[in-house]
T-cell receptor, first 120, second 113 residues
Framework: QVQLVQSGAEVKKPGASVKVSCKASGYTFTTYSVHWVRQAPGQRLEWMGW????????RYSQNFQGRVTITRDTSATTSYMELSSLRSEDTAVYYC?????WGNGCYGYWGQGTLVTVSS | DIVMTQSPDSLAVSLGERATINCRSS????????????LAWYQQKPGQPPKLLIY???TRESGVPDRFSGSGSGTDFTLTISSLQAEDVAVYYC?????????FGQGTRLEIK
């Protein structure tokens, strides 16, 4: 069965970086895209960007341009999301989700979420 | 960017009654070449990731009870729960995937009256 398993919770200081992993199983990794979505406390879901797992191409939300990097390791069937220059407003649950190979689609499978807390 | 706006923000409905949630996009999400509305609905319960209920505005995801239905086209959409069950208490989100950035509505909290 399809599974996306994310790394554990993180606590970071302002200005630091965080890297969250998302290990996929149960399907051919390179035939679906991976998207990253975050949810700050009490806020709506916010799309951050996506990666074409086949060729590694990425596209990011302008809200995170320059601070977010999404990568993948096809041999490990894992995607990574790194967010830099963290501030308190980045405290949120970060999700990975499986999307269609062409990118813009909806998400039938999600990771369990990773809580990132930014606090001095 | 396409902005998604849901109404109401919260809703209380009696068990067995109908619940209706609305979603409006700031521009059309209907792709004319395939006549598909790039609009999905999700259900999210506390401590869980969102669960896909409806895609293409009206296609129910496999395993989703048929009391859930989606309708609408262009810029105005509706999620209807025909007979509310206790397990339907959750926050519901619409999502447009017509273009980037992908965007979600602010959510509608559904409770039992």
């Amino acid at each position: 069965q399809v599974q996306l398993v994310q790394s554990g919770a993180e606590v970071k200081k302002p200005g630091a970086s965080v890297k969250v992993s998302c290990k996929a199983s149960g399907y051919t990794f390179t035939t679906y895209s991976v998207h990253w979505v975050r949810q700050a406390p009490g806020q709506r879901l916010e799309w951050m960007g996506w990666i074409d797992t086949g060729n590694g191409n990425t596209r990011y939300s302008q809200n995170f341009q320059g601070r977010v990097t999404i990568t993948r390791d096809t041999s490990a069937t894992t995607s990574y999301m790194e967010l830099s220059s963290l501030r308190s407003e980045d405290t949120a649950v970060y999700y990975c989700a499986r999307g269609p190979s062409w990118g813009n689609g909806c998400y039938g499978y999600w990771g369990q979420g990773t809580l990132v807390t930014v606090s001095s | 960017d396409i902005v998604m706006t849901q109404s109401p923000d919260s809703l209380a409905v009696s068990l067995g009654e109908r619940a209706t949630i609305n979603c409006r996009s700031s521009q059309s999400v209907l792709f004319s070449s395939n006549n598909h509305n790039y609009l999905a609905w999700y259900q999210q319960k506390p401590g869980q990731p969102p669960k896909l209920l409806i895609y293409w505005a009206s296609t129910r995801e496999s395993g989703v009870p048929d009391r859930f239905s989606g309708s609408g086209s262009g810029t105005d959409f509706t999620l209807t729960i025909s007979s509310l069950q206790a397990e339907d208490v959750a926050v519901y989100y619409c999502q447009q995937y017509y273009g980037f950035p992908i965007a979600f509505g602010q959510g509608t909290r559904l409770e039992i009256k």
